[in-house]
């Protein structure tokens, strides 16, 4: 995120991005950049002095979602009053983000560098310290079921799903939501198909290099 920026230059680039944001969850990200300034209420010059070229734009997308996951699961941890009820919260959160909507959306290439971003780094290290310590003290609780790891947490917080005509995306997604989390329990009877995913998967997808091992 941009530093030093005026207060009126730092509230035009936040509407740009909100709308870019909407823009490309609604139309996709080949959407006119005229349209994205229109929907912000700003000028396409002001847009442009922000955002050179439309990778700029999606990068800034991406920053600003990694920072929300990262605000989420760390507001659930201080928030709620366990562990469980903390990915409960964390998860509902990320879904209601379209994660997985966005980036479907992308050209892969463009999904990879965005997520490979050395200027990331941080965010992505805060949202899985988050959700690691979530995992783990849910398990030690003994509410989490043992066979789930942290990449299948990942592959959770991007969850999409199609929505029927006459039904509300938020009522699709918030009854399948629901469904998964009562799947999460321990005293969920159903084995799981095939070994958890654990936290080497969650920091491959998002893109946090390992230490070497010696």
Known sequence: MEKGLRADARRNRDLIVA???????????????EEVARR??????????????RDALLRAVGEETLRRLAGLAETAR????????????????????RVGVLAAKLDPHLHQRIRAGADLHEIRQRVIAAVLA?????????VLRADVGPGDFALLMTLNVYTPPGMHDEQAMGRVVEIVLA????????????????????????????????
């Open 134 to 142: 979530m995992i783990e003290q849910a398990r030690a609780d003994g």
């Open 19 to 33: 709308a870019a944001q909407e823009l490309f969850l609604e139309q996709g990200v080949d959407v006119p950049l």
């Open 183 to 214: 799947g999460l329990r321990a005293d969920a009877e159903s084995p799981l198909p095939g070994a958890p995913l654990g936290e080497d998967d969650l920091r491959r997808y998002t893109a946090v290099r390992l230490p070497p091992t010696e």
């Open 40 to 53: 912000a209420g700003v000028g396409v010059g002001t847009l442009y002095r922000r955002f050179p070229d």
């Open 78 to 97: 201080r928030e709620e009053p366990d562990a469980w009820h903390a990915l409960c919260r964390f998860l509902r959160g990320a879904v209601a983000l």
